[in-house]
């Protein structure tokens, strides 16, 4: 069975500190990993993955994840908050030999930037 | 681009009523599915499809039926709504592998179920 914990359920950060969103993961195998992003009243877009090789991972709108297999670790990271970034955050795993696509999602870490 | 088109965006429901939520996508993905999201418990998948003629079973699969008549159309029926069903549902689209490839999901933007 695979599983995901995102321990926080809000982060909260000034606009222009830097951010860090924990992701932790259990699969049998090796594992795929995901960030999505969802903004109010809107579907998950798709900001970042891993699948092999380097361990951090740069994503769109300037964020990046570094991959930790040793402490099964994912977590999202972005240098410089902006307030645009506000939304929630959904950490996503694949054990690689599990055919058909299916992800597990974590329970998701609202992400609040003040001004 | 239309991508993953979904509707209704909002459905309000009696306990025993029957609906059909549709979902269709223009990518020509093989892979669709549906998800619910209810508070703190992230995504959860109700039922999946491969491809054309051929779906089956997610972690939450009671109480939803599901077809894969085309490429294009993934629809989720619920045929007799519960107050558990009360949710908002996502359909998700994607490339699939058959070795399971890392392919990015394509979510449509949800519907908002409401089961009084």
């Known amino acids: 069975a695979q599983s995901v914990a995102q321990p926080e359920d809000q982060v909260n950060v000034a606009e222009g500190n830097p951010l860090t969103v924990k992701c932790t993961y259990s699969v049998s195998g090796n594992p795929y990993l995901f960030w999505y992003v969802q903004y109010p009243n809107r579907g998950l877009q798709f900001l970042l993955k891993?699948?092999?090789?380097?361990?951090l991972v740069k994503g769109s709108y300037g964020f990046e994840a570094e991959f930790n297999k040793s402490q099964t670790s994912f977590h999202l990271k972005k240098p410089s908050a902006l307030v645009s970034d506000s939304a929630l955050y959904f950490c996503a795993v694949r054990d690689s030999n599990n055919a058909g696509n299916m992800l597990t999602f974590g329970g998701g870490t609202r992400l609040m930037v003040k001004p | 681009n239309a991508g993953v088109t979904q509707t209704p965006k909002f459905q309000v429901l009696k306990t025993g009523q029957s609906m059909t939520l549709q979902c269709a996508q223009d990518?020509?993905?093989?892979?669709m599915s549906w998800y619910r999201q209810d508070p703190g418990m992230g995504l959860r998948l109700i039922h999946y499809?491969?491809?054309?003629?051929?779906?089956d079973q997610g972690e939450v699969p009671n109480g939803y039926n599901v077809s894969r008549s085309t490429t294009e159309d993934f629809p989720l029926r619920l045929l007799s709504a519960a107050p558990s069903q009360t949710s908002v549902y996502f359909c998700?689209?994607?490339?699939?592998?058959?070795?399971?490839?890392?392919?990015?999901?394509?979510f449509g933007a949800g519907s908002r179920l409401t089961v009084l």
């Open positions: 990518m020509n993905h093989e892979y």
């Open positions: 499809s491969v491809g054309a003629g051929i779906t």
């Open positions: 998700a689209s994607s490339y699939s592998s058959p070795y399971g490839g890392a392919n990015v999901l394509t």
């Open positions: 891993y699948i092999t090789g380097d361990n």
